[in-house]
């Protein structure tokens, strides 16, 4: 168990002009995680339980706000980039690592992280994970880079026993090489009981509105590359979504890197004027407002607009983040195992 340092409080609430008044003061309180790797993956369940996920087979996890971290080793998964975890509750989490062939599995722990279950295991030398999202404890989707011009989604509707595939005909084709950036678990995001959007590295969004059996695709006007596309991808409700992403090489450039939907993610418009300030790996509303975050390694944006105006945060960038339901408090990780707080002051 690593026990944090004298706690180091931080203002980010510094705006630029754009912003206009309302908007909340945020703060953060760095912490110490106890590794020193890249850390992608954050789940906040509510204000004293978090699970952080990382390179090294890394898995964290705090039950008293972050004063304490605890590593919850995965058995023969030091090798693993573990750059996605789902957690439904103190004890019950799902953790998905990335990489090509039998480096893609998806773990679950019942108890705490005392014990680990390898759920699925990757065998097709093709696929590659990327992120997963849930409806519920029992159901939810995993998304791999496509095979041979065909999405692959996997589907659970049994907490994960049993991983399946959804058919081709159910997906529409996929275009040479599209996937999705494995950069912070959020670009799968889902909603209500039965919808769910993937945003993909060619610029375009993945939709279902029945639990994953079929599926519709949209283009939207984020810029594409080989370094640049969808990294994130977040929902209000059933109708209102954000997407963020820029070039990842390119972290300053703020150019066509967001855009949002009003009609369930069928069009999207850019975002032109006062725009994210960077590049941004991960994207989240606050619980209960119209005001959203965005985070990149090189700093951050806030929007209390539903994202159609932004404004540059002061502080640290960071690769992920995670809001705790019902709660104004988050988590934010990155590199060299950098892991803070968030405390959302109306």
């Given at each position: 168990m690593i026990r944090s340092c004298t706690v180091v409080v931080l203002a980010l609430g510094a705006l630029s002009s754009a912003a206009a008044g309302g908007v909340p003061r945020l703060e953060w309180q760095t912490q110490a995680s106890g590794v020193t790797v890249r850390l992608r993956g954050i789940s906040a369940v509510s204000d004293r339980v978090a699970w952080a996920s990382g390179a090294g087979g890394t898995v964290l996890r705090t039950v008293d706000g972050g004063a304490t971290w605890e590593r919850k080793p995965i058995p023969d998964a030091e090798q693993l980039d573990i750059r996605d975890i789902d957690a439904m509750s103190p004890m019950v989490a799902y953790a998905l690592s990335i990489g090509p062939g039998e480096a893609s599995r998806i773990y679950?722990?019942?108890?705490?992280?005392?014990?680990?279950?390898?759920?699925?295991?990757?065998?097709?030398?093709?696929?590659?994970?990327?992120?997963?999202?849930?409806?519920?404890?029992?159901?939810?989707?995993?998304?791999?880079?496509?095979?041979?011009?065909?999405?692959?989604?996997?589907?659970?509707?049994?907490?994960?026993?049993?991983?399946?595939?959804?058919?081709a005909d159910r997906l529409p084709p996929a275009v040479p090489g599209e996937g999705a950036f494995a950069a912070s678990g959020t670009n799968v995001a889902t909603s209500g009981g039965n919808l769910a959007w993937?945003?993909?590295?060619?610029?375009?969004?993945?939709?279902t509105t029945d639990a994953g059996r079929t599926w519709a695709i949209a283009g939207t006007p984020i810029r594409t590359g080989d370094s640049a596309g969808i990294f994130s991808i977040a929902f209000r409700d059933a109708r209102h979504g954000v997407i963020v992403g820029g070039d990842y090489k390119k972290e300053r450039d703020a150019s066509e890197n967001a855009a949002v939907t009003s009609d369930g993610g069928v069009t999207w418009s850019l975002v032109k004027d006062h725009g994210l300030s960077?590049?941004?790996?991960?994207?989240?509303?606050?619980?209960?407002?119209?005001?959203?975050?965005?985070?990149?390694?090189?700093?951050?944006?806030?929007?209390?607009?539903?994202?159609?105006?932004?404004?540059?945060l002061t502080g640290e960038g960071f690769d992920t983040l995670s809001l705790a339901p019902r709660s104004r408090a988050a988590w934010v990780a990155g590199d060299r195992g950098r892991i803070a707080k968030l405390t959302i002051h109306d």
């Amino acid at each position: 168990m690593i026990r944090s340092c004298t706690v180091v409080v931080l203002a980010l609430g510094a705006l630029s002009s754009a912003a206009a008044g309302g908007v909340p003061r945020l703060e953060w309180q760095t912490q110490a995680s106890g590794v020193t790797v890249r850390l992608r993956g954050i789940s906040a369940v509510s204000d004293r339980v978090a699970w952080a996920s990382g390179a090294g087979g890394t898995v964290l996890r705090t039950v008293d706000g972050g004063a304490t971290w605890e590593r919850k080793p995965i058995p023969d998964a030091e090798q693993l980039d573990i750059r996605d975890i789902d957690a439904m509750s103190p004890m019950v989490a799902y953790a998905l690592s990335i990489g090509p062939g039998e480096a893609s599995r998806i773990y679950k722990t019942r108890d705490g992280g005392t014990h680990w279950d390898l759920q699925f295991a990757n065998t097709h030398p093709k696929i590659f994970l990327d992120a997963m999202a849930f409806w519920d404890a029992d159901r939810g989707i995993a998304f791999s880079d496509s095979v041979d011009g065909q999405f692959v989604v996997l589907k659970t509707t049994n907490g994960g026993r049993t991983w399946e595939r959804v058919a081709a005909d159910r997906l529409p084709p996929a275009v040479p090489g599209e996937g999705a950036f494995a950069a912070s678990g959020t670009n799968v995001a889902t909603s209500g009981g039965n919808l769910a959007w993937i945003g993909t590295t060619a610029g375009r969004v993945l939709r279902t509105t029945d639990a994953g059996r079929t599926w519709a695709i949209a283009g939207t006007p984020i810029r594409t590359g080989d370094s640049a596309g969808i990294f994130s991808i977040a929902f209000r409700d059933a109708r209102h979504g954000v997407i963020v992403g820029g070039d990842y090489k390119k972290e300053r450039d703020a150019s066509e890197n967001a855009a949002v939907t009003s009609d369930g993610g069928v069009t999207w418009s850019l975002v032109k004027d006062h725009g994210l300030s960077g590049y941004r790996s991960v994207v989240a509303w606050i619980p209960g407002a119209t005001h959203l975050l965005a985070l990149g390694p090189s700093g951050g944006d806030i929007s209390q607009d539903g994202g159609t105006t932004w404004a540059p945060l002061t502080g640290e960038g960071f690769d992920t983040l995670s809001l705790a339901p019902r709660s104004r408090a988050a988590w934010v990780a990155g590199d060299r195992g950098r892991i803070a707080k968030l405390t959302i002051h109306d």
